[in-house]
């Protein structure tokens, strides 16, 4: 009898440093949501003025890197096919080269890289290495969209 009260006394000891130990303990908690992709492109697809799928053919450097941290550089971007926006053979698409920390999650283009592009207008506000032409940008990852993911793009354009 002696044995089962002095179980009993350790359980319920063991029992009361388990819960007195979890009520100091910070409560489990999920992680905030991931944003679904098609939350993510709506902006991005509603305020471009130019959708276009195509691949980069040309990257030049538009600025000194003593001028700017951004690094800017221009991809030619050879258009197969336009989404939104008025239809045209070629785009010069500006995107910063940086690494540093502000540049470091914007897309880095590449020479070959087929892409959809979600374009916006870009003005240079200082001197610059490329003269002439209409420039457009692609400042976040969500801007360059894989092949992938054509169908969901063509998709949400519909949708508007």
């Not at 506000?125 to 793009?153: A, D, Y």
Request: hydrophobic letters at 40%.
């Amino acid at each position: 009898m002696k044995k089962v009260g002095l179980v009993l006394c350790l359980s319920l000891a063991m029992i009361s440093f388990l819960i007195s130990g979890s009520a100091n303990a910070q409560p489990v908690r999920n992680p905030p949501p991931m944003p679904r992709v098609e939350d993510e492109l709506k902006p991005y697809l509603k305020t471009s003025p130019l959708v276009v799928v195509g691949k980069v053919v040309e990257i030049n450097a538009a600025t000194s890197r003593r001028e700017d941290a951004a690094q800017w550089q221009v991809a030619m971007v050879k258009v197969s096919q336009t989404l939104k926006g008025d239809p045209r053979q070629e785009v010069l698409v500006v995107f910063a080269a940086s690494n540093d920390r502000t540049w470091h999650d914007s897309p880095k283009l590449t020479v070959g890289q087929e892409s959809i592009f979600i374009l916006h207008n870009f003005m240079f506000t200082q001197p610059n290495k490329i003269r002439g032409g209409i420039f457009f940008s692609v400042l976040t990852e969500s801007q360059v969209q894989p092949m992938s993911r054509l169908k969901l793009v063509k998709r949400l354009l519909r949708s508007k």
